[in-house]
């Protein structure tokens, strides 16, 4: 049929256009189809029409529904013709054109003779349009042929009634279900591939019924399946059999693990490809079950087949994630494959290579990260810089290596996601590795001194205000950020000048300077820069000249805006001007969740740009300037620590109180934060009454009242104690809120002259040992560890008895001891049988507490447990011993 | 995961990343312009691959693509991010070596353009609603020829059985590798 086309484009055969279908043209196509009408059918023209209708719906032509309907009736009329080729062409076009239900109708009887005739193509074909075309009604005028069809003895015929089935399945699943006898004897086909598709519909008919399922996949794991495909097919329903099964099972043999295993021996690469991946992904898989897997993943790493490659890499590079250990073994291979051409292999063996690499390697990494960085995808860039912030999280010692890398590609072109990832991943280990900070943040500025993005060039700027001036040199960054504001567009410009407000009020010897280049900023063009900058030179500039004292400037400027800015938005939507200013104190400060409780979990979840930098500190620092403001608490001395906010009172009742434990070396203060939910309410000299008979080595010193406690504005009441210098005492406190209420008009808001004095029981609080621990991570436990004295080492074991699992005891323990984890260490490996947990703190005192734990857990679940404690002092490591008994 | 292996698309582009043939199983792209952004990004993103003696395997966008190159066309598999990479390859590796039958190893536009009704064929025979219909080329291929016995059309000069012969002769190579 070829010649016909060539014939035609003879003449524009010498061009450079040589396709047959050049100049082709709907509506001169539509006008050839008139030939289907032709009482005289010329077959071999009317399937080159056919072929350029094709042509046209293929490069994405569409026709008119008018048009369609007019091609599709005019195609149903060369079912007349005997011819082979001409009907396979009809099939298809009938299917591309997915006729209406009423035009279905015209050709059902054509396609019914067809898949009854002695052509076994016919009826393969007819079966495959007739079911895509159909509808329900239709479906089971057909039902009893497809049926036999499904067991009929020519494999194509069989195969195109099960894949149909497993179509209709999705739209009949009433009529196609009836059929699973069928389809069961089908299962037992010699023909590869009809196999493969009666096993795919047998397990769709089933696949809400567990038990059938789990009995089809135990008689067929037997043997007996042929085809790969099909093969491929049993393995992962296998597996969701395992899955299903292994809640009850836990112990012991693994059901059908040897099938799975066996299938690693498969002749074929598809199906032993499919069992290794399988294995891997079992839930809690253990590595001697892994490393046969793991094993022919690695005699992939090394294949000819670009294909077989990256599925192993790919893989394992998920096994990396959970199992690095069981991964070490492919190191090599892996390495070898760093410079693999296909640069999806190589940026998953480097991720891999990351996920798995020890200290030693890190350098050597990156050096062959470097030349391969350049000639990837952006996608891959994410992922790789992804990979080295967590390994150089792992390994903290090698961060120079890995800043240079980080700054480095930052420099090359990228796009938003790229770059803001590299930020995102100098930021946090800027917060995480103390030593990184200086360079950190040097690289940061070069960055914003060319950087295309706004959003990420504001959020460096802020971020160079909070850690800029705490740094040995500050000055030399006042360059950088100055030439924001003469370079950058508004936005970028405003965030600078609070930025330079910063560096002013935190750096005494800067701010003389920062005033001139201020008042430059007074001539901007834009009002939000103009304001700013007014702002900060009237506030910071005179002495106190809009009151309060120089530490209530900086915490009104650069503070943390201690209201919810939801509630302070809907304040200000109901303010409605008047005479009375708009006062922020009067703003809700209570949300539905604790701010504070929330910035100060020191959880990895608030990293990035987006948070707030160095969140635990601030709320620290914020702390310790409210108990510095109060003169009472003056003569504690320095806070050692504030704890976490504690309930105090169940959610939704009238009062909410929760209390923060404020620890100093010879005080406790404990830091009453009240909300009173009733409007019709007023609370004045509100206090705390504690009893502390259970608590005997705590006397109470003072009480500070909250003088007034209006409807839903938070206040707080003091109450302190002293105890011995130096000593973790613990003790137990029950609490009793004590006020004068007052009724309030809720129409006037004016509250009654008469009170009444009224109580309300809260919970009790304790104080823990763990409450005179500080978390502090070490960056290098082994070293810090090393440079302890050893003579101040406490040894013992403990036999904690029957425990759930291991990773449960772990976080128990570091609750007990309240310390930092270090190196990751909190996190348990699945179903692993020890544990070794690095943990590191400082204890009042300001005494140095390093604590190596191992745990082992036995068949019984008997958990054991070895402490060792190194500290400066031997008391201290004593002491520790003494918390973990109790606790 | 737990379902039968599926291929989203299998596409026959030129040299230019124009489409020769091809046939979409799922709704992932809804649109033509979805479509045809998706045949570009791919075709860009492999152009400078070297995927003529193997086939080479790419991620894009979420999805598994699996291609293979000859002469001014341009063969692509796509599966879903989870599926079995090797069976996506057997799929590409039985378009290809079917194509390659049906068009006695002339396989360049031109010739794919001038029978376009085998390889819309061949397509039709290898998936059938992103469910693989077959994966062995002879058979594959065979089974459109048989269509074509008849019709002594561009099969004409060879026969069922010659052609079963040359499936039969790569066999043979593909095994003595």
Redesign the interface.
């Known amino acids: 049929m070829a010649q016909p086309f060539v014939k035609k484009d003879d003449d524009l055969d010498e061009e450079e256009e040589y396709s047959p279908f050049y100049g082709i043209e709907k509506g001169a196509v539509l006008q050839e189809a008139r030939v289907f009408h032709d009482p005289q059918l010329d077959a071999r023209r009317c399937s080159q029409v056919i072929t350029k209708l094709l042509y046209l719906l293929n490069q994405g032509e569409t026709f008119t529904k008018v048009e369609a309907t007019e091609v599709f009736f005019a195609v149903t009329k060369l079912f007349q013709s005997k011819d082979t080729v001409l009907r396979r062409m009809v099939y298809l076009m009938i299917k591309d054109l997915s006729p209406s239900a009423d035009e279905v109708i015209i050709v059902t009887s054509s396609l019914m003779k067809d898949m009854n005739s002695k052509t076994d193509m016919y009826r393969a074909n007819a079966i495959r349009v007739l079911c895509r075309i159909t509808d329900s009604t239709l479906l089971t005028q057909i039902e009893r042929y497809l049926k036999q069809a499904i067991v009929d003895k020519n494999p194509v015929v069989a195969s195109a009634a099960l894949v149909s089935g497993v179509h209709l399945l999705q739209t009949n699943s009433e009529i196609v279900k009836r059929w699973s006898n069928e389809v069961q004897e089908a299962v037992q086909s010699r023909a590869a591939l009809v196999q493969f598709h009666a096993l795919a519909l047998l397990h769709q008919i089933r696949q809400n019924d567990r038990l059938a399922v789990s009995k089809l996949v135990t008689s067929l794991t037997k043997g007996s399946v042929r085809s790969p495909l099909a093969q491929c097919l049993l393995i992962r329903y296998t597996s969701q059999v395992i899955r299903e099964s292994s809640t009850n099972t836990q112990a012991g043999e693994r059901p059908f693990f040897d099938y799975l295993e066996s299938c690693l021996r498969h002749k074929s690469e598809m199906v032993v490809f499919e069992a290794a991946r399988a294995i891997t992904e079992l839930s809690g898989v253990t590595s001697r079950e892994l490393t046969p897997a793991i094993t022919v993943l690695q005699l992939f790493l090394s294949s000819s087949k670009p294909v077989l490659r990256f599925a192993a890499i790919r893989t394992l590079n998920k096994v990396a994630s959970t199992h690095p250990l069981a991964v070490t073994n492919c190191n090599i291979d892996m390495e070898s494959l760093i410079s693999d051409q296909n640069r999806s292999i190589a940026t998953l063996a480097i991720t891999t290579l990351l996920k798995t690499g020890n200290e030693s390697s890190v350098d050597r990494l990156m050096k062959q990260i470097t030349n391969f960085m350049s000639d990837i995808a952006d996608e891959f860039k994410i992922v790789v810089v992804e990979a080295i912030r967590s390994l150089c999280l792992k390994f903290p010692l090698k961060y120079r290596s890995m800043m240079n890398f980080l700054s480095n590609i930052l420099r090359e072109e990228g796009g938003f996601d790229y770059k803001k990832a590299i930020v995102d991943s100098i930021v946090i280990l800027i917060r995480d590795i103390p030593d990184a900070k200086e360079i950190g943040l040097f690289h940061l500025c070069e960055f914003i001194e060319d950087c295309e993005f706004t959003y990420l060039s504001t959020q460096i700027l802020h971020f160079l205000g909070n850690e800029g001036p705490k740094t040995s040199d500050p000055s030399k960054y006042i360059r950088y950020i100055y030439n924001r504001v003469i370079l950058e567009n508004a936005t970028v410009r405003a965030s600078a000048v609070s930025t330079l407000a910063k560096f002013g009020a935190m750096v005494d010897s800067l701010k003389p300077r920062i005033f001139v280049l201020l008042r430059r900023c007074l001539f901007d063009s834009d009002d939000e820069v103009r304001d700013r900058a007014t702002l900060y030179l009237n506030t910071l500039g005179t002495d106190a000249s809009v009151g309060g004292t120089d530490e209530d400037v900086k915490d009104f400027l650069f503070g943390p805006l201690d209201v919810p800015l939801v509630n302070l938005e809907t304040s200000l939507r109901n303010y409605e001007a008047s005479d009375i200013p708009f006062d922020i104190n009067l703003v809700p400060k209570e949300v539905k969740s604790q701010p504070l409780a929330e910035k100060k979990a020191p959880g990895k979840k608030a990293i990035g740009l987006g948070a707030p930098p160095s969140g635990p500190t601030t709320v620290v620092d914020a702390y310790e300037k409210l108990l510095s403001s109060i003169s009472e608490f003056s003569s504690f001395g320095k806070l050692f620590k504030s704890c976490s906010p504690m309930e105090l009172t169940e959610p939704e009742t009238e009062y909410a109180v929760n209390v923060v434990k404020h620890i100093f070396d010879g005080h406790v203060v404990f830091q009453y934060n009240c909300t009173n939910t009733i409007p019709e309410q007023l609370l004045e000299k509100v206090t705390v009454f504690v009893d502390a008979s259970e608590a005997e080595e705590f006397s109470e010193v003072l009480t500070k009242p909250l003088r007034s406690l209006p409807y839903d504005s938070p206040g707080q009441t003091f109450v302190a104690f002293e105890k011995p210098e130096g000593v973790p005492a613990i003790g137990k406190f029950s609490n009793l809120l004590k006020f004068v209420v007052k009724e309030v008009d809720p129409a006037t808001g004016e509250a009654d002259e008469e009170g009444v004095e009224d109580e309300y029981q809260l919970e009790d609080l304790e104080i823990v040992a763990a409450d005179y621990m500080l978390k502090v991570g070490v960056s290098n436990f082994k070293n810090a560890w090393e440079n302890m004295d050893p003579d101040n080492e406490r040894i013992d074991e403990y036999g904690l008895g029957v425990k759930e699992s291991l990773a449960e005891t772990v976080s128990a323990v570091i609750d007990i001891v309240g310390m930092q984890p270090c190196e990751g260490t909190e996190v348990v490996p699945n179903n692993s049988r020890s544990h070794t947990c690095l943990l590191s703190g400082i204890f009042i005192g300001n005494v140095k507490v390093l604590v190596r734990v191992s745990f082992g857990i036995d068949g019984s679940k008997q958990v054991a447990m070895k402490l060792a404690v190194r500290s400066e002092d031997p008391e201290i490591s004593e002491k520790i011993h003494e918390i973990v008994a109790e606790g | ?5 599926s291929i989203k698309n299998v596409l026959l582009l030129d040299s230019e990343g124009k ?1 020769v ?2 046939k979409y199983y799922t709704d992932d792209w809804p649109t ?1 312009a979805a ?2 952004a998706y045949e570009k990004s791919i075709f860009t ?1 492999t152009l400078k ?2 995927a003529r003696t ?6 894009l966008d979420g999805y598994i693509v ?1 291609y293979k190159f000859i002469q001014d066309l341009h063969f692509f598999v796509t599966g879903g991010d989870d599926e ?7 799929v590409l590796q039985g378009f290809f070596d079917a194509v390659g039958l049906l068009l006695r190893n002339n396989v360049d ?2 010739s794919a ?5 085998l390889i ?2 061949c397509l ?1 025979e290898i998936v ?2 992103g ?5 062995e080329a002879s058979v594959i291929a065979s ?1 459109v020829a ?6 002594a ?2 099969l004409s000069e060879q026969t069922i059985s010659q052609a079963l012969a040359t499936a039969r002769e790569h066999l043979a190579r593909s095994l003595l590798k």
């Open positions: 995961m737990d379902c039968c292996p489409r043939a091809v033509l479509k045809l993103k691959t070297n193997e086939a080479e395997i790419a991620m699996v079995n990479e090797l069976i996506i390859a057997t536009k031109r353009l001038e029978n376009l009704d819309l064929l039709d059938d609603g469910i693989v219909l077959e994966t089974k048989a269509n074509s016995l008849d019709g059309t561009s």
